[in-house]
């Protein structure tokens, strides 16, 4: 069981949800006991043996996922996480590789990429143990990491250091607050895009809202819409973001992406079967 929390942390990053990665964990746990003791002992590394088959999980969760995403109603956003949880066993260790604008990109990989470029570049497997996984030569994963990294560096830069980015969360939640549109239109880059994810299971945009003024102006239109709602700082992901709260009860997480000192993407989770760990 001291495998635990790198299975989880392994498996979350391979399919940016919380609840999938808790599934597949105890999916391997479950393949894992059903042996017999004497299997299990012939077994000569068992966390090699269960990072392989929740690798091999999650694989195919993706292939998968690739149809249950066509049928999704609306954007998919991955899973936001909060900081810290119950059980330190079930912890993902929050750093670069979990911040969503990571995990949006992760998105954009092909299923055999994006577990190869997590196994190595990410949790250091080396190429010989991910084509175990993967069911292809050391060679061909090679080639599926070194794709991956190509889309990693056409993405936007990383943002830049936690308390700046911070403080411009802090200025942009002051100004949505206020509802003065025209600060939050100088808090924006001019090509700033926002993404909600309702799932079909809350009220949100079914398409991207793209341009700075906008994302300003739609702000403003959920404030009108939504009174009653306490935004609160939290760490999403890593990163500083925002929560909105109604009686006590989480409706949507913010996460954002900022870059030269303005914010380029919000993402929006109002998806009620993605907001579990924060309630």
């Avoid at 911070?166 to 100004?175: G, N, T």
């Avoid at 102006?217 to 609160?232: H, K, M, S």
């Avoid at 998806?271 to 760990?277: A, D, G, I, V, Y």
Wanted: charged share 25%; with cysteine; hydrophobic share 45%.
């Amino acid at each position: 069981m001291s495998e635990r929390r790198q299975l989880i942390n392994l498996a979350y990053r391979l399919l940016g949800s919380l609840s999938d990665a808790e599934d597949v964990v105890q999916e391997t746990y479950a393949r894992w006991y059903a042996m017999s003791g004497q299997q299990r002992d012939a077994i000569g590394s068992p966390g090699a043996w269960l990072t392989t088959v929740a690798g091999r999980i999650c694989l195919d969760l993706l292939r998968s996922a690739r149809v249950r995403r066509e049928r999704y109603v609306g954007e998919w956003v991955p899973e936001p996480l909060p900081d810290g949880g119950d059980d330190p066993a079930d912890r993902v260790t929050l750093d670069e590789s979990v911040s969503m604008a990571f995990l949006v990109v992760l998105e954009s990989m092909t299923p055999a990429e994006r577990v190869a470029f997590v196994l190595h570049d990410v949790f250091r497997y080396p190429f010989g143990d991910v084509a175990e996984i993967v069911g292809r030569t050391p060679a061909a994963c090679r080639q599926l990491a070194s794709s991956a990294r190509r889309r990693i560096r056409a993405a936007p830069a990383p943002a830049g250091p936690a308390a700046q980015q911070a403080a411009l969360v802090r200025e942009f939640k002051q100004a949505w607050e206020a509802r003065d549109v025209q600060a939050l239109i100088g808090l924006l880059d001019p090509d700033a895009v926002a993404v909600a994810d309702g799932g079909g299971l809350a009220s949100a945009a079914l398409h991207p809202t793209e341009g700075g003024e906008r994302v300003a102006r739609a702000c403003i239109d959920i404030a009108g819409r939504l009174p009653g709602v306490t935004l609160l700082e939290r760490t999403v992901n890593g990163q500083p973001g925002l929560v909105a709260q109604r009686d006590g009860i989480t409706i949507t997480v913010y996460a954002f992406a900022v870059a030269a000192g303005r914010i380029t993407r919000i993402w929006a989770v109002r998806n009620p079967e993605k907001l579990r760990p924060w309630t």
